[in-house]
């Protein structure tokens, strides 16, 4: 998995650096610099490196930013070929030989998709389902959830305090945190006070967590915090973390966290986890990741909570993920003979401030009789 992560850029951004070299070097050449000398293929190069060191974290903001423009470029070198071949040589057709070669229309795409992506991730919209259950009496259960915050990259305490009235507005019966809540960019006094808020939301059954990806900050060499660190506050803040257990909220409603898969690879089943508890009662298991949907309706769950997904933070990234199978749900809710998966996007983003996939967003859910 390490050789394949160092791997993905080399084959990404060798191709990439050999377009950029030809596209700097059309650039130049409406600047009249000639082909026979040197200067043009000396910029050409450091332009293509350039390029290449700013997107070689492929899931860095540079990545793309760069990526998006050779994917724009060459849907318009594709345009470009058919004009040339069904119009004549006119005025009309000069002018557009000059600015596709400048790459003006890349650059604003771009600039125009970076801007509509920090606007987009800021934009934190309430989402609700509404499911039914013979198992639930008739004052029903509302359930809030909020995934993948990555404290600190989109969102900082005093905005989180917003959020976290707009929901304590809503007066849950029970939080769910599904993973991702910090990340390794998340200093650690703001880990202490994003756990206090979250902590203090007064619900019925109180709050729940499990474990990201993220979250340990195995991700950075120079973590600020452990995972026993994390550990500790959560449940000094009243969050209760879930790692492989089940809970029996109330006769009718039981709880499963399983474990992040990256951090346990023999974690155990939910169908073992689901042995210990009343067999008539609602079931939730918390995944992180939207992972083993059809074992867990075999094994007689309700509802399945996720995220991870960031319902494909950076366009197109979750439908090419969803469609080669990397995640079995991109965003949404999916029922399968009455279980019901819910994936959320998220209520913040990962990385850098930018969202130009999907939304953000903190969902509420009913559960009625």
């Not at 594709?78 to 119009?87: A, E, N, S, T, V």
């Not at 026993?228 to 966290?257: F, H, K, M, T, Y």
């Amino acid at each position: 998995m390490r050789i394949l992560f160092y791997l993905m850029p080399a084959v990404i951004y060798i191709p990439v650096g050999i377009y950029l070299y030809y596209f700097m070097k059309r650039l130049l050449s409406l600047f009249h610099v000639k082909r026979s000398k040197k200067a043009d293929k000396i910029i050409s190069v450091v332009f293509a490196a350039a390029c290449a060191v700013a997107g070689w974290r492929v899931y860095d903001v540079g990545a793309v930013a760069v990526l998006y423009f050779v994917l724009c470029s060459l849907l318009l070198d594709g345009i470009h070929r058919l004009l040339k071949r069904c119009l004549k040589e006119n005025k009309g057709v000069q002018i557009w030989n000059v600015v596709h070669k400048s790459g003006i229309i890349p650059v604003l795409v771009v600039s125009i998709f970076f801007t509509y992506g920090y606007y987009n991730i800021h934009q934190v919209k309430e989402t609700t389902y509404t499911l039914q259950s013979d198992k639930i009496s008739r004052e029903g259960l509302r359930i809030a959830q909020i995934s993948d915050l990555h404290m600190g990259t989109t969102m900082g305490v005093e905005e989180l305090c917003r959020y976290y009235e707009r929901i304590q507005a809503k007066d849950p019966d029970i939080v769910f945190l599904t993973g991702d809540i910090f990340d390794e960019r998340t200093e650690k006094s703001m880990m202490e006070e994003a756990a206090a808020v979250l902590g203090n939301i007064d619900a019925k059954y109180g709050v729940y967590y499990v474990w990201g990806n993220h979250d340990p900050n195995h991700y950075s060499a120079q973590a600020e915090y452990s995972m026993e660190e994390l550990r500790r506050v959560l449940n000094s803040s009243r969050i209760r973390v879930l790692e492989d257990e089940a809970v029996q909220v109330s006769p009718e409603l039981a709880v499963i966290g399983r474990m992040e898969q990256s951090l346990d690879r023999n974690r155990k089943s939910v169908q073992e986890l689901a042995s210990e508890l009343e067999p008539g009662s609602y079931k939730v298991v918390l995944d992180h990741r939207p992972v083993e949907l059809e074992e867990n309706a075999d094994a007689g769950v309700d509802l399945q909570l996720s995220g991870h997904t960031h319902a494909g933070q950076i366009w197109p990234t979750g439908q090419l993920a969803e469609l080669l199978g990397i995640n079995e749900m991109n965003y949404g809710i999916k029922n399968i003979e009455g279980f019901h998966a819910i994936v959320s996007s998220g209520i913040a983003g990962w990385g850098y401030a930018v969202r130009t996939g999907g939304h953000s967003e903190y969902v509420l859910i009913e559960v009625k009789p």
